[in-house]
């Protein structure tokens, strides 16, 4: 199995076609609208935000793979408004952009996808976006340029595009798995301001894709954060459109490691590419009792902005962790808590070990460093990715609507 995640190097599954547009939506006139259309027979599973408030596409999109049972034929994406708080009225523009995309490529409306990011609570411009389908639909390609050119167009804040892809070999046949994901800021588990889109040319039925899907987003996406911030439109859609000819059953375990690994890879590239990050922190949280209580800690830790700034200033502030996991809601003997940056222990039973400050501070400057956690606790733990918090952040924070 190799993998992939720079584009010059994308394997392509079977089955799939891309376009991008500029349908005048974002105000740089950059290409805001694509679109991923799929061989008949392609099933799919869907994992979304946990938050209460929904985008209409999140409510569109969930609504439609249940009445299709998993059928899709089409994906819709348009960056620049996120169609969230915009009432009644943004539930029909979905609907008749899904309607419009149908028509143009003679599918049935509940097997097209939708998917929106951008600003919450301005109305969509649906007539925008009809207006150009025809134009979408009529340069659609299973290029490897019209996949990373949808890559770019499904950006907001994102620095970069994000793409990844791995093939292996079953039963004679190549299979071929492709990731692409947006992504720099809300980012916290349970999914943000992220979409996820992993494309594969496996036959599989819709139960199964969802099986696979949701245990991998709990390993990969669900184990990052940027700022704590959990958004409105969050979407990881796995599509198979069976073109392979092999059986998702017939070659479990390697789509198993290939799903793994094409997620941990758009989960790292989404954490790498933080709003105004200069570090990636590998936060190993070990010895907890049970695997959600190493993620309560780490959340702690992430979330914490004292903890945060500190990384921001490549500070070697150990207590600032400690009070974090002492406030993160797990019984945790504090006497039995150690800490290390990179290979010194900082912290060791819960009180000041003896280390070199400016090794530790030379780690935590670079662009990737590590933080390991052992709690005393148990056997259970995990690794968790996310970022520093910077004046950068807030400058693109504070900026967004304006």
């Known amino acids: 199995m190799t993998l992939s995640d720079t584009p010059a190097q994308i394997h392509l599954p079977n089955g799939f076609s891309f376009s991008s547009v500029a349908a005048g939506i974002k105000a740089s006139g950059r290409p805001d609208l694509a679109l991923v259309t799929c061989s008949a027979g392609t099933r799919a599973a869907a994992v979304f935000t946990k938050n209460r408030v929904v985008a209409a596409p999140v409510q569109v999109g969930r609504a439609a793979l249940k009445r299709a049972r998993g059928r899709v034929r089409a994906l819709v994406v348009n960056s620049g408004n996120a169609n969230c708080a915009t009432g009644a009225a943004g539930m029909a523009a979905c609907r008749q952009v899904c309607r419009e995309a149908a028509r143009h490529l003679g599918v049935n409306p509940t097997e097209v996808f939708p998917s929106s990011t951008g600003i919450i609570g301005v109305p969509l411009p649906a007539e925008k976006i009809v207006v150009r389908l025809p134009e979408l639909v009529a340069q659609q390609a299973a290029t490897e340029e019209a996949a990373c050119q949808f890559a770019q167009t499904i950006m907001t804040t994102d620095m970069r595009p994000k793409l990844a892809s791995v093939r292996f070999r079953s039963r004679g046949t190549e299979v071929r798995l492709l990731g692409i994901a947006k992504g720099a800021g809300m980012i916290h588990p349970q999914l943000a301001t992220m979409l996820v889109y992993v494309l594969t040319d496996v036959a599989a039925r819709t139960t199964e894709l969802k099986r696979h899907l949701v245990q991998t987003s709990e390993e990969t996406f669900n184990c990052i954060s940027i700022d704590g911030d959990t958004s409105t439109n969050d979407t990881v859609l796995l599509l198979a459109s069976g073109q392979a000819d092999v059986r998702l059953d017939q070659c479990t375990k390697a789509f198993n490691a290939a799903l793994l690994e094409v997620c941990r890879s758009l989960a790292r590239q989404i954490v790498r590419d933080g709003e105004g990050a200069q570090h990636v922190i590998r ?46 809601g797990a019984p945790v003997n504090p006497a039995r808590v150690n800490i290390f940056i990179g290979a010194q222990q900082v912290c060791r039973n819960g009180s000041a070990a003896h280390f070199d400050q400016k090794e530790a501070h030379f780690h935590l400057a670079q662009p990737e460093c590590d933080i390991r956690v ?29």
Do not use: C, M
């Open 374 to 402: 052992q709690l005393g606790r148990g056997r259970s733990g995990l690794h968790f990715y996310t970022t520093d918090l910077t004046a950068e952040y807030v400058r693109i924070n504070a900026d967004y609507s304006t």
């Open 283 to 328: 936060l190993s949280v070990e010895q907890a009792k049970t695997r959600e209580e190493a993620k309560q800690v780490a959340r702690a830790i992430a979330h914490s902005a004292l903890v945060k700034t500190a990384w921001a200033g490549a500070d070697p502030n150990w207590g600032r962790i400690l009070a974090a996991i002492g406030y993160s």
